[in-house]
């Protein structure tokens, strides 16, 4: 199993403009979710899915908008980025079980200029 | 407001000693606990989890000890290696069903050879 991947690893914005990061994983996993991380902080909730069709919020939502539409993918749009949004980026994944252990992806560095 | 913290950012351990990264938390309700890993440039890494039914779990040279009366947790390192060098953090999961883990701050690990 490759896991969870993410893709770009790095991308440089300029202010306004709009990207996908991307997300994958092969482990049948139901939980998807994404986070932002900034310098020597922790890791914050932007949205999460507990399965295919279904999203929901997490702590810091605004400027970014997920979907769902299969199991393994999760991409995490960016509309008219801002230099706030600079950050690393991850894609975490579990199963819906008893252990709410979750899988991370290696992130997505993105600079906004 | 209601926060997964630690009690010391900074840690600096000589190698073959035993290190101890603390953790509080603030819902008494919470009823699971986790402790990651993070290397630089990398996503985080399941270390061990705890449920609030238990006091101690012991892992691979690692120990977690749960306090609930003063909702405190630690991560114990024994004979603590170059490779430990990382950012700790701890998470929990707050009962509400689906709710994501929250996830502390971090404390940076630094082992002196």
């Known amino acids: 199993n490759a896991g969870v991947t993410q893709t770009p690893k790095f991308r440089i914005l300029k202010i306004g403009q709009s990207m996908t990061l991307q997300c994958t994983q092969d482990?049948?996993?139901?939980?998807m979710y994404w986070y932002r991380q900034d310098p020597g902080m922790g890791l914050k909730l932007i949205y999460y899915?507990?399965?295919?069709?279904?999203?929901d919020k997490g702590e810091v939502p605004n400027g970014y908008n997920v979907s769902r539409s299969t199991t393994e993918d999760f991409p995490l749009r960016l509309e008219l980025a801002a230099p706030s949004q600079t950050s690393v980026y991850f894609c975490?994944?579990?199963?819906?079980?008893?252990?709410?252990?979750?899988?991370f992806g290696p992130g997505t560095r993105l600079t906004v200029t | 407001g209601e926060s997964v913290g630690l009690h010391l950012p900074t840690l600096s351990v000589q190698e073959g000693d035993n290190s101890i990264i603390n953790c509080a938390y603030s819902?008494?309700?919470?009823?699971?606990f986790i402790w990651y890993k993070q290397e630089s440039g990398k996503g985080p890494q399941f270390i061990i989890d705890?449920?609030?039914?238990?006091d101690k779990r012991q892992g691979q040279r690692v120990t977690v000890l749960l306090n609930k009366t003063v909702k405190h947790l630690s991560l114990q390192i024994a004979a603590t290696q170059p490779g430990d060098s990382a950012v700790y953090f701890c998470?929990?999961?707050?009962?509400?069903?689906?709710?994501?883990?929250?996830f502390g701050k971090g404390t940076r690990l630094s082992v002196i050879a």
């Open positions: 975490a994944s579990r199963f819906r079980g008893l252990s709410y252990e979750q899988y």
């Open positions: 482990m049948n996993h139901n939980y």
């Open positions: 899915s507990v399965g295919a069709g279904i999203t």
């Open positions: 819902n008494s309700a919470s009823d699971y």
């Open positions: 705890i449920r609030s039914n238990m």
């Open positions: 998470a929990e999961m707050r009962p509400s069903g689906n709710t994501p883990l929250v």
